[in-house]
């Protein structure tokens, strides 16, 4: 069965860093495109990273500067790479992938920052 697996999440102080991975497996074919999204309670669904086929990448203006997307190839793996937190970035966080032509999403991961 093909999935995506995120994993990373945790407590951090505001301030810290958080690397989430967001693996893929069951699939022969590798990540083409992607992005993280998150969802903090009470609010509406943010995309706050993507990734195209051709590496180039994009960003929410909320975590520009702090929040850097990429891709391991070879371990069909994407990663979002979390700087300078803050708490309003406290949300669950979720992988999409598009592997073969299928959209794909992970269960999610939960990224706590405490003040």
């Known amino acids: 069965q093909v999935q995506l697996v995120e994993s990373g999440g945790g407590l951090v102080q505001a301030g810290g860093s958080l690397r989430l991975s967001c693996a893929a497996s069951g699939s022969i074919f590798s990540i083409d495109a992607g992005g993280w999204y998150r969802q903090a309670p009470g609010k509406q669904r943010e995309l706050v990273a993507t990734l195209n086929s051709g590496g180039s990448t994009d960003y929410a203006d909320s975590v520009k500067g702090r929040i850097s997307i990429s891709r391991d190839n070879a371990k069909n793996t994407m990663y979002l790479q979390m700087n300078s937190l803050k708490p309003e970035d406290t949300a669950v966080y979720y992988c999409?992938?598009?592997?073969?032509?299928?959209?794909?999403r992970g269960q999610g991961t939960q990224v706590t920052v405490s003040s």
């Open positions: 999409h992938a598009i592997m073969g032509g299928r959209v794909l």
